[in-house]
């Protein structure tokens, strides 16, 4: 139709009211393409959630976890290690929502009170004095200098403060244990966690840190016991775990955990787990460190550790140990702040902030607080600890039979 056609025809509607064009239209649009009938969208059923027919057993048992249990097999804990890695992030902040506050991280400072030095001939320490990595050794920090230090921690957010000393074992050092009582008792009257590693010590210097008030006694097994003779031969595995029923024994808090990128493989993942989850009590807390290579020491030319592997050894760690503090340690400064929240999310809810990890760099207490900022996340407070302490110690009554 012509343009003058159509503007008799618009007029024609004017005064009729109604179109014979509209009521037999002379095109159907101004595409000469037609369009076609348009098909029923079809109806979608989301799956299933998972359950023992398309997930493994394991899995589900442990998804399942009301309370700890101390009897998985390695199989077990293979077979959730090696579950496809979303499905295995998802079951583990599933969990991890049954025991924790997925909001809530708690933040810990750890400082070096005595530096270098050290008989053992751990091949990925600087502090090692086998070992020419360029590191001073020191004598222990005074304590003044120290309770300073806890000081700047609190007021920076942290509410757990670990001090660290390079020796193999506190044989002889009574000095320097008293000291060290001093600063216990220092650290907990500013209302603060207080954590020491001090390498290996027996019973009675255990009962000694107790009567001090000492939260928890950081000895970690780094790896699987079949793995652990390539990393350190100066002490043994049975040495480590000797330590861990001391501390145990004494009433103090056990912080156990490993080392990625020891020139481990994967099944060592499995086994590291293995071996605190079958301890007779799980640790209250479990470190996960990323091995930062120091030059001079046996593993100073390491490749890192994938980071696929950080994330399934902290998932499969919150799915064994479902009551347990999994923290996200050495290693976090060399992680984007994508790959520390995808940690968060399957399970970590720990991290090490401040100045320094004893001899290797850390994230900084500003620099969290906005990552925290940005993500929704914030400090564990201190009543949230106590009563997180008295829910695992509920749990761990419960699960003392080891049932699933």
Same mark, same amino acid.
């Given at each position: 139709?012509?343009?003058?056609?159509?503007?008799?025809?618009?007029?024609?509607?004017?005064?009729?009211?109604?179109?014979?064009?509209?009521?037999?239209?002379?095109?159907?649009?101004?595409?000469?393409?037609?369009?076609?009938?348009?098909?029923?969208?079809?109806?979608?059923?989301?799956?299933?959630?998972?359950?023992?027919?398309?997930?493994?057993?394991?899995?589900?048992?442990?998804?399942?976890?009301?309370?700890?249990?101390?009897?998985?097999?390695?199989?077990?804990?293979?077979?959730?290690?090696?579950?496809?890695?979303?499905?295995?992030?998802?079951?583990?902040?599933?969990?991890?929502?049954?025991?924790?506050?997925?909001?809530?991280?708690?933040?810990? *400072?750890?400082?070096?009170?005595?530096?270098?030095?050290?008989?053992?001939?751990?091949?990925?320490?600087?502090?090692?004095?086998?070992?020419?990595?360029?590191?001073?050794?020191?004598?222990?920090?005074?304590?003044?200098?120290?309770?300073?230090?806890?000081?700047?921690?609190?007021?920076?957010?942290?509410?757990?403060?670990?001090?660290?000393?390079?020796?193999? =074992?506190?044989?002889?050092?009574?000095?320097?244990?008293?000291?060290?009582?001093?600063?216990?008792?220092?650290?907990?009257?500013?209302?603060?966690?207080?954590?020491?590693?001090?390498?290996?010590? =027996?019973?009675?210097?255990?009962?000694?840190?107790? =009567?001090?008030?000492?939260?928890?006694?950081?000895?970690?097994?780094?790896?699987?016991?079949?793995?652990?003779?390539?990393?350190?031969?100066?002490?043994?595995?049975?040495?480590?775990?000797?330590?861990?029923?001391?501390?145990?024994?004494?009433?103090?808090?056990?912080?156990?955990?490993?080392?990625?990128?020891?020139?481990?493989?994967?099944?060592?993942?499995?086994?590291?787990?293995?071996?605190?989850?079958?301890?007779?009590?799980?640790?209250?807390?479990?470190?996960?460190?990323?091995?930062?290579?120091?030059?001079?020491?046996?593993?100073?030319?390491?490749?890192?550790?994938?980071?696929?592997?950080?994330?399934?050894?902290?998932?499969?760690?919150?799915?064994?140990?479902?009551?347990?503090?999994?923290?996200?340690?050495?290693?976090?400064?060399?992680?984007?702040?994508?790959?520390?929240?995808?940690?968060?999310?399957?399970?970590?809810?720990?991290?090490?902030?401040?100045?320094?990890?004893?001899?290797?760099?850390?994230?900084?207490? =500003?620099?969290?607080?906005?990552?925290?900022?940005?993500?929704?996340?914030?400090?564990?407070?201190?009543?949230?600890?106590?009563?997180?302490?008295?829910?695992?110690?509920?749990?761990?009554?419960?699960?003392? *039979?080891?049932?699933?």
């Amino acid at each position: 139709m012509s343009v003058p056609s159509l503007l008799r025809q618009s007029a024609l509607t004017s005064r009729t009211g109604v179109s014979q064009a509209l009521r037999r239209p002379q095109w159907q649009s101004f595409s000469t393409i037609q369009d076609a009938p348009r098909a029923a969208i079809p109806t979608t059923t989301p799956p299933p959630p998972p359950t023992p027919s398309n997930t493994g057993t394991a899995l589900q048992d442990a998804m399942n976890a009301s309370r700890p249990r101390n009897n998985w097999t390695k199989e077990e804990i293979s077979e959730i290690y090696n579950t496809p890695l979303m499905e295995l992030t998802y079951a583990a902040a599933t969990l991890h929502r049954r025991f924790h506050n997925p909001a809530a991280i708690q933040l810990c *400072t750890l400082m070096s009170i005595k530096t270098g030095g050290c008989s053992e001939d751990c091949s990925y320490c600087a502090q090692s004095s086998r070992y020419s990595t360029g590191l001073k050794a020191s004598k222990l920090s005074p304590v003044d200098e120290v309770l300073a230090a806890a000081k700047i921690a609190k007021d920076n957010g942290s509410n757990r403060f670990c001090m660290g000393a390079a020796w193999r =074992d506190m044989r002889g050092r009574k000095t320097n244990l008293k000291n060290i009582v001093a600063m216990v008792k220092g650290v907990r009257g500013m209302g603060m966690e207080a954590c020491v590693t001090l390498g290996m010590i =027996d019973a009675a210097q255990a009962k000694e840190l107790k =009567d001090a008030g000492l939260t928890a006694y950081n000895h970690n097994v780094d790896t699987s016991r079949e793995h652990y003779p390539n990393v350190i031969t100066t002490r043994s595995y049975d040495e480590r775990l000797a330590t861990i029923e001391n501390v145990r024994d004494a009433g103090i808090h056990v912080c156990t955990g490993g080392i990625l990128g020891l020139g481990e493989k994967p099944e060592d993942h499995v086994g590291l787990v293995h071996t605190v989850g079958t301890m007779r009590e799980h640790p209250e807390s479990f470190p996960v460190n990323a091995l930062v290579p120091i030059k001079g020491t046996p593993l100073g030319d390491s490749t890192p550790i994938s980071f696929d592997a950080t994330v399934r050894t902290i998932a499969t760690a919150r799915l064994v140990l479902p009551a347990t503090i999994v923290r996200l340690a050495a290693g976090r400064i060399n992680m984007t702040e994508e790959k520390q929240m995808l940690c968060f999310m399957a399970g970590a809810n720990a991290i090490f902030t401040g100045e320094k990890m004893l001899t290797t760099p850390c994230s900084g207490w =500003d620099e969290d607080k906005e990552m925290f900022g940005r993500w929704g996340l914030r400090p564990m407070e201190g009543e949230e600890l106590i009563s997180f302490k008295d829910e695992r110690a509920r749990a761990i009554s419960l699960g003392a *039979t080891g049932l699933k």
